[in-house]
C-alpha cells in the first residue's frame, strides 16, 4: 500500500540551529501539503503545492520557514533559525482529486517530531 | 471565508452508549467535508468523506455524518461506543479555490470512553 514517507521521524535541535524535514508524497498525488501540529491542537497549514508551485503560504512564517517541491515531487520544509516555539508534529500530506473533481482524501505521512532545547 | 469549528473540545461517553461530535463550517462554495481521527502517537486517518452526493455519510467503525446545508453543520455520530474509539477527531473542510483545493483543519475533539 502506497504511504507518505517523511523523514527524520525524530528531531532535536537547539534554538538557532537549522532544521530541514523531507516528505515524498504518494505517487501521482500532485497536490502535497506540510501541517504543523501543537501538541492540543489541530494541524494547521504551513504551505500547500501543486505540482512545484506554492498555491497557499500564507501561513508559513517565511522569515525563518522556507519550503520547496523542485520537480513537483517529493519535498523538503527548512526552518532557519529554529525557536522554542517551533517545537510541533509537522505533518506531511498528499491527495489527488476524487473521480467527481471534488477534494480528494488527504493521506498523511507519520510526521516528523520537532523539539527545539 | 473558510473556517471550521468543532463545538466541543472534549466528550466523554460511557461504553455501550452513542457518540456526538459535533462541527460546524463555513464556506464561500460548496465544500468537501471530512472527519478524521488521530490515535495517540498515530497517524492522522480518514473516518469519511462527505462530496455533494448523499447527506447521510457512512464511514469506518460504524460512524456516520450528516451534512446539513441549512445548519452549516456535519456532526459525527455512533450509536454505540467502543473503548477502541477513544482519540481526537478532526472535522475538516475543503474548498476549490484559485490554485487548487484549500483544506483546514478544525481545532479536535478529544473523546473518552468509559468502562
Known amino acids: 500500500e502506497a504511504e507518505v514517507a517523511q523523514s527524520p521521524r525524530y528531531k532535536i535541535t537547539e534554538k538557532s540551529q537549522a532544521v530541514a524535514f523531507w516528505c515524498d508524497p504518494i505517487s501521482g498525488h500532485a497536490t502535497l501539503y506540510w501541517y504543523r501540529q501543537i501538541l492540543g491542537q489541530g494541524p494547521e497549514l504551513l504551505v500547500q503545492?501543486?505540482?512545484?508551485?506554492?498555491?497557499?503560504d500564507s501561513q508559513l512564517p517565511k522569515d525563518r520557514f522556507s519550503a520547496e517541491r523542485l520537480k513537483g515531487v517529493d519535498s523538503t520544509l527548512k526552518i532557519q533559525p529554529a525557536e522554542l516555539g517551533d517545537s510541533a508534529m509537522y505533518l506531511c500530506?498528499?491527495?489527488?482529486?476524487?473521480?467527481?473533481?471534488?477534494?480528494?482524501?488527504?493521506?498523511f505521512g507519520e510526521g516528523s517530531r520537532l523539539t527545539v532545547l | 471565508a473558510q473556517s471550521v469549528t468543532q463545538l466541543d473540545s472534549h466528550v466523554s461517553v460511557s461504553e455501550g452508549t452513542p457518540v456526538l461530535l459535533r462541527c460546524n463550517y463555513s464556506?464561500?462554495?460548496?465544500?468537501?467535508l471530512f472527519w478524521y481521527v488521530q490515535h495517540p502517537n498515530k497517524g492522522l486517518q480518514l473516518l469519511l468523506k462527505y462530496t455533494s452526493a448523499a447527506t447521510l455519510v457512512k464511514g469506518i467503525n460504524g460512524f456516520e455524518a450528516e451534512f446539513k446545508k441549512s445548519e452549516t453543520s456535519f456532526h459525527l455520530t455512533k450509536p454505540s461506543a467502543h473503548m477502541s474509539d477513544a482519540a481526537e477527531y478532526f472535522c475538516?473542510?475543503?474548498?476549490?479555490?484559485?490554485?487548487?483545493?484549500?483544506?483546514?483543519f478544525g481545532a479536535g475533539t478529544r473523546l473518552f470512553v468509559k468502562a
Open positions: 500530506a498528499s491527495s489527488r482529486p476524487g473521480l467527481a473533481g471534488d477534494a480528494g482524501e488527504l493521506f
Open positions: 475538516v473542510v475543503s474548498d476549490l479555490l484559485k490554485g487548487g483545493f484549500k483544506t483546514i
Open positions: 464556506s464561500s462554495y460548496s465544500p468537501s
Open positions: 503545492f501543486q505540482d512545484e508551485s506554492v498555491v497557499d
